[in-house]
């Protein structure tokens, strides 16, 4: 997974990027750059209006998030104090503001706590490329799951010691056939983000599952070219699975002063994007300002809707700031 998501020729350094394989948040409509902004201007005032405010994406793709916010702050005084760096393995893209940093890692590693971020960290369908383990339930025992270059499958070795102890904590198995997929990596991952916040708030966005939900068969599949595919480990289509949210919410912890997880449905209507239609007697008085609000609502309904876009996990962990108002309930 590793080796076809990011070794030599693997999916994610691909030129043409990955809104050419699958559809985000992100690219179904620039109201999910609105609702950032929102969320970057709560962390903003929360953290008293700090000289230097950083907004970070992590796994930007090729730049689509961090631009919509860049364009959004346009001419906004915000935009003075605004750092904006994004954290992407792939090559910078042609035509990107200069204004935005581009890197290959979140700033702080390496034990450089003093050049850790103030501000808002924003991951969004990041965990789920993480690689991970897959581990099948057998008769006699757990195996994990080898997959080779054509995609074909066979049972290996036990896990070792360290994953054993993660899926008895968070995806035990009970029944021969089951699988899941050890979290461990994304766990690490996750802790390493929260850690580079000297204050502010890290968010996670993916599709996810709980330890009372986990599903029985596991996620792991590929998408290419608009299609959901076979994980085949080649470098040719994008290999994902859903993420243990609860267990990289504990992950956080040390870091964190307070975590929350909600639905995007919930976090999206709590930062002002609901898909509610306007009044049709508005399309007698403004028929163009009603047509505009018209496309608004149907952007917002595909960003929240239930059994898609709306059923992501968002894990939110505040470091040394107080809970954001905005998405209390």
């Known amino acids: 997974m590793e080796r076809a998501l990011y070794g030599p020729g693997g999916f994610y350094l691909g030129h043409d990027g990955p809104a050419a394989h699958f559809r985000t948040s992100v690219h179904a409509s620039p109201l999910f750059a609105t609702a950032v902004v929102r969320l970057l201007r709560e962390v903003d005032a929360t953290l008293g209006h700090p000289d230097q405010l950083a907004f970070a994406d992590l796994a930007a793709g090729r730049g689509e998030l961090i631009s919509a916010v860049y364009e959004q702050l346009d001419g906004d005084p915000l935009a003075d104090r605004v750092r904006l760096v994004a954290v992407e393995l792939a090559e910078r ?3 990107l503001p200069g204004a935005i940093e581009w890197l290959d890692e979140l700033p702080g590693g390496g034990g450089k706590a003093g050049e850790r971020l103030t501000g808002l960290v924003l991951a969004n369908e990041y965990l789920d490329n993480v690689p991970c383990d897959v581990v099948e339930l057998t008769a006699s025992g757990l195996r994990q799951v080898l ?3 054509d995609g074909s499958e066979q049972l290996g070795a036990e896990p070792d010691p360290a994953a054993l102890s993660w899926l008895a904590e ?16 994304r766990d690490t991952a ?9 204050r502010g708030v890290a968010v996670a966005v993916d599709y996810s599952h709980t330890r009372d939900a986990r599903p029985p068969l596991g996620t792991l599949t590929g998408y290419a070219h608009g299609r959901q595919v076979e994980p085949v480990p080649d470098g040719s289509c994008d290999i994902t699975a859903h993420v243990a949210l609860d267990s990289c919410a504990e992950a956080g912890r040390p870091s964190a002063t307070w975590s929350l997880t909600l639905s995007q449905r919930q976090a999206l209507r709590r930062l002002g994007i609901s898909g509610e239609r306007p009044e049709h007697a508005m399309a007698g008085r403004d028929p163009s300002g009603y047509l505009r609000a018209l496309a ?11 059994g898609g876009l709306g059923e992501f996990g968002w894990l939110i962990q505040g470091a040394g700031v107080p809970r954001l108002a905005v998405l209390e309930d």
Do not use: I, K
Not at 296 to 306: D, H, I, K, S, W
């Open 296 to 306: 608004r609502a149907g952007q917002a309904a595909e960003l929240t809707a239930e």
């Open 170 to 185: 968070w995806w035990p198995l009970s029944e021969v056939g089951q699988r899941a997929e050890v979290g461990r990596r």
């Open 147 to 149: 997959v080779a270059m």
């Open 190 to 198: 996750w802790r390493a983000t929260v850690g580079r916040l000297a």
């Open 93 to 95: 893209p042609a035509g």
